[in-house]
């Protein structure tokens, strides 16, 4: 454990839950009632006090304490929140907070803490109703601990006709037995204790041992001032009565009672060797308490619910090792179908009193421990209250590296869930286990909607509205407008549709382009369009909208549209293609042709938008980007085009497929579907293959063959099937002959990069859930 | 004082690649990097969640070995956690350790009636921890 | 004083208290030899106990008084005794 980060992270969490605390008890001063704000304070005193005891901070730990039981008598009406108690625990806070300062700075606290820590607890404890006398009510975190384990070693201690007696004695009088372990303070002869009187003193003392703390030192060393004295013995209770006789000493004190039935009345004998493995007094610790819950269990009818974790619970237990043979007898006990809590208590009992005594239980405490009301906040309250506390629609500025870095980590999250399926897979081939591939899959649909969820969550923080662009519009327009001497009104719709910030970049400038496109090569010139009967100012419409995951911009204008017939005779002119081609062309294909790389329309290059750059780099742009452009036109009543981009780029859906073992990912909207081809069913065509789809022919490209990859000679079977992807690329459809298909998956692209970057035919890479690198094919690139 | 001679942290090599999963519910930030790291060096896989409600849910999406449940958390507190977890078929024979800072016989046996299998009292210290952990969930049968 | 100090050994006198701890060290640390006897003790302050116990020195007689010497005989690891090593050293 690597302290200093331990203590950064406390740190962080101080500050939150001071912060935290601190209104919660403004809130108080202000409405006293406040249930849900005294719930917060109250846990943010009780947070505090637990982490800080990972520490060696006493002075924090004993001021936070103090704080938490003011708390706590104020949750049971034992006492009034007044505001000068209000201002005492502010106090406190402020104190904290400070030390939390220097431990930041130093990693200790300061010099004079312990004073500090002192004086405020002590203005806070008088507070408290009914003070525990003693102040016995604040545990030192170094005093020893109040449970005494008993096990074989220390009941050892006494010889075997002392424990026998003890026992008989224990039987005869109905007494419970009670072993103590009693470390007098090294001091304690300063203070008149006389530690020796004080147990010989104990009215039913049965047996007794006093031992050195730790080996004698040479008597000429000794100082006989000094108490190296420990006390351990066997008395009968009440254990009241015994708490008693400890009263001024309890912190140095451990007791447990000793059930009966340990010592089983035959001593072990000393040094005897054991037939069993003795438990480690962990061990002792948790078989003890399983007897407790099994005792809970038998008074409610023996809840199988109970059996079950005490099943468990003991079963790790016993597999931790040397416990071979209760491991069997405890298998058989418990997998007969009627395991009851019976026979499973008299099996511990058995155990524990097998090397020499009983469970340990804790002592049985006789203080008034004041009620606790912890089921009384009622669930959710204190998260209306602390929303009720922030004003509505706040802001939070955040630094948009932060939000890189979630939504990063996210993509990662992303990447790892995909590991699960591979690991239901493997579980079911390899392993053999239906039922945890299941639970792995449901496991998956868990996490895949959480990571789904999340993944919104952020996508949605990184959402800008389209206006972050359209703002830009009006004076672009205007300026246009003038210097060509048209009229134009602009009228920008949905401007609060909002997409990935990414994608708000990526649109900037196509949006841009188009509409200088419309401006300059659409709208005509006021005498022009009076003489087409059109309003002399032309409509440039620039409307946003989502539609599906998909934000779409349009862009019309009521111009002269564009001319099929113009189109293709540039074309020609252009040697593009010839004019038997251009001539079969459908009005809406020679419109597309404004996309083809070069093409522009305008009779002379305009200063505006022929700047070498056509429609075509809109096109490049956004379908980079994942987006897809679209022209509509019809001659004389105007232009539109359609922008359309993901919400978000961040995720890719991908199939996988598999190539000479290798998988390969394909990007899910170019496929069209996958189908199986008979070998004997694909046509050659010169060196060309193809099959017939739906009365339709589809060429046959062979992935292995585009990739390079080293021939493979299969055998020539006609009955064999390949496996085909029929993808859609450039419009037209395309069958890619891999040899396996593999599920689709949600991606995060990593862009190839280096010296790769310049590799045609890749859009990147993925990893997978398995640790392989996916390639994640380009398909326009590469076919 | 004990010569029990079983130690429990120095199991068999080959049984430590099969340590098991440990839900960690608690809603102090410190506490559970505490426990994870400590966990994580005895080799379990740690999952965390804040309050009882989270815990509840974490705990019905995938299995665990051991479940370590702080009493008081905002929503649910682990009283409530325990014994939502102890009435589900699926969930009540997970062996669950309750850790508070509430140190009184009173508040143990609560956590016991609740749904608890054993009640450890804030601070614990790392090798307790790991103690505990391995005891309870090192080399269950799973 | 309770203590009377002779020359093979000590004698404990009605009740020892924790003043004389260190008078009983010293005499023992001089006198490597010597014995206790309790016999006429009735009361014995965990200090002086303590150092009796350091020493490592015999008991010749235990008190008369039934109850003390019991406890006394079961605190003298003259007999069979606990098994108890080193103790981990105290907090």
């Known amino acids: ?783 | 004082m004990s010569n029990a001679s079983s130690s429990p942290r120095h199991p068999q090599g080959d049984e430590v690649s099969g340590r098991g999963r440990i839900l960690v519910v608690d809603d102090g930030i410190t506490m559970r990097l505490y426990y994870r790291s400590v966990l994580e060096a005895a080799g379990f896989e740690v999952e965390e969640a804040t309050n009882g409600v989270e815990g509840y849910e974490k705990a019905l999406a995938s299995a665990f070995d051991l479940m370590i449940v702080d009493i008081n958390m905002p929503k649910m507190d682990g009283y409530a956690m325990l014994r939502a977890i102890r009435t589900d078929p699926a969930l009540c024979a997970v062996p669950a350790v309750t850790i508070s800072t509430e140190a009184s016989e009173r508040d143990a046996q609560q956590a016991l009636r609740a749904g608890a299998n054993f009640y450890l009292v804030k601070p614990v210290g790392s090798k307790e921890l790991t103690e505990v952990a391995l005891m309870v969930a090192g080399r269950s049968p799973r | 004083m309770a203590l009377r100090f002779g020359k093979n050994g000590v004698t404990v006198d009605g009740g020892a208290g924790v003043e004389d701890a260190l008078t009983l060290l010293e005499y023992l640390q001089s006198h490597p030899a010597a014995g206790v006897n309790l016999r006429k003790c009735e009361t014995l302050h965990t200090a002086v106990l303590q150092v009796i116990l350091a020493s490592g020195r015999t008991v010749s007689a235990w008190p008369r008084d039934a109850v003390l010497a019991r406890w006394l005989r079961s605190v003298f690891p003259g007999r069979p005794s606990p098994g108890d090593r080193t103790e981990p050293g105290r907090r």
């Open chain 1, 1 to 783: 454990m690597k302290n200093a980060q331990l203590l950064a992270r406390f740190i962080g969490e101080a500050r939150d839950l001071l912060q935290g605390t601190s209104s919660g008890l403004l809130q108080l001063d202000r409405g006293p009632g406040d249930e849900a704000a005294l719930n917060e304070v109250f846990r943010g005193f009780h947070t505090l006090k637990g982490s800080v005891g990972l520490f060696d901070f006493p002075a924090f730990t004993k001021l936070v304490h103090a704080g938490e039981d003011i708390l706590t008598a104020v949750r049971s009406q034992d006492l009034v929140l007044t505001s000068d108690l209000v201002d005492r625990l502010l106090d406190a806070l402020d104190q904290v907070s400070s030390w939390v300062d220097h431990l930041e700075r130093s990693g200790e606290m300061p010099g004079d803490a312990d004073g500090v820590s002192r004086e405020m607890t002590a203005a806070l404890r008088v507070c408290l109703p009914d003070p525990p006398a003693g102040g016995g009510d604040a545990p030192a975190p170094a005093s020893r601990s109040s449970v005494l384990c008993v096990d074989a070693p220390w009941l050892a201690t006494f010889a075997p006709e002392e424990r026998e007696a003890a026992l008989s004695g224990a039987t005869a009088s109905g007494s419970a037995l009670i072993a103590f372990d009693y470390l007098p303070a090294e001091d304690c002869f300063f203070f008149g204790e006389d530690p020796f009187a004080l147990v010989t003193g104990l009215p039913g003392l049965q047996c007794l041992s006093v031992t050195p703390v730790a080996s004698w030192p040479a008597i000429g060393t000794l100082d006989p001032y000094r108490c190296h004295l420990r006390f351990r013995g066997l008395v009968l209770g009440p254990s009241d009565a015994v708490e008693t006789a400890f009263r001024y000493v309890p912190d140095q004190v451990a007791m447990a009672p000793v059930p009966p039935g340990f010592l089983g009345g035959e001593a072990t004998g000393e040094g005897a060797a054991p037939t069993v493995e003795p438990w480690a007094p962990m061990a002792r610790r948790i078989l003890g308490q399983q007897r407790e819950v099994l005792a809970f269990a038998l008074e409610e009818d023996g809840r199988a619910a109970r059996i079950e974790s005490v099943i468990r619970t003991v079963s790790g237990l016993l597999a931790t090792g040397g416990h071979a043979a209760r491991s069997r007898l405890w298998a058989e006990r418990t997998s007969a179908a009627s395991a009851d809590a019976a026979a499973m208590t008299e099996l511990l009992d058995d155990w524990l009193a097998a090397d020499g005594a009983a469970a340990a239980a804790p002592p049985a405490s006789g203080e008034a421990v004041p009620e606790r009301a912890p089921d009384r906040s009622r669930p959710g309250q204190a998260d209306g209250a602390s929303q009720d506390l922030k004003p509505a629609n706040r802001v939070l500025k955040v630094d948009q590296a932060k939000v890189d870095t979630l939504m990063a980590l996210i993509g990662e999250l992303v990447v790892s869930k995909n590991s699960l399926p591979f690991l239901a897979r493997r579980a079911e081939d390899i392993y053999g286990s239906r039922d945890m591939s299941r639970e792995i899959k449901d496991l998956y649909g868990v996490i895949d909607r959480l990571a789904q969820e999340m993944q919104g969550a952020i996508m949605a923080v990184r959402m800008l509205p389209v206006s972050e662009v359209f703002d830009r519009l009006p004076r672009l327009v205007r300026d246009l407008a003038r210097r060509l001497d048209k009229r134009i009104s602009l009228r920008i719709e949905g401007g609060d549709t909002a997409a990935d910030k990414n994608m708000i970049e990526v649109l900037g400038d196509p949006l841009i382009h188009v509409i200088r496109n419309a401006i300059d090569h659409g709208i005509e010139t006021p005498d022009l369009r009076e003489q087409a009967g059109k309003p002399p100012e032309a409509v440039v419409r620039v409307a946003a909208f989502q539609e599906n995951d998909q934000v779409v911009i349009e862009v019309s204008d009521d111009g002269r549209g564009i001319d099929p017939a113009k189109i293709r005779e540039k074309a020609v002119a252009k040697g593009i293609l010839d004019a038997e081609r251009a001539a079969r062309l459908t009005d809406q294909d020679a419109i597309n042709l404004i996309f083809y790389p070069g093409f522009s329309t305008a009779p002379e290059v305009s200063d505006l938008s022929g700047r070498g750059v056509g429609m075509d780099i809109v096109v490049t742009t956004v379908e980079a980007a994942g987006g897809t452009v679209s022209v509509t036109s019809e001659t004389g009543l105007g232009t539109r085009v359609r922008l359309s981009l993901p919400l978000s780029m961040a995720v890719t859906r991908v199939m996988l497929v598999e190539v000479g073992d290798t998988p390969y990912g394909i990007p899910m909207d170019h496929i069209v579907e996958t189908v199986r081809v008979r070998r004997g069913a694909v046509r050659h065509i010169k060196q060309a293959e193809a099959f017939v789809l739906r009365q339709s022919i589809v060429p046959l490209v062979r992935l292995d063959r585009v990739l390079d990859l080293p021939d493979r000679r299969v055998a020539d079977d006609p009955d064999h099937e390949e496996a085909v992807l029929v993808v859609r690329v450039a419009g037209s459809l395309l069958g890619l002959v891999v040899d396996h298909f593999r599920e689709g998956m949600d991606i995060i692209l990593k862009p190839l990069d280096g010296i790769l970057s310049s590799v045609r035919g890749f859009a990147g890479t993925a990893l997978l859930g398995d640790g392989r690198v996916l390639l994640v094919l380009n398909l326009k690139e590469l076919l």
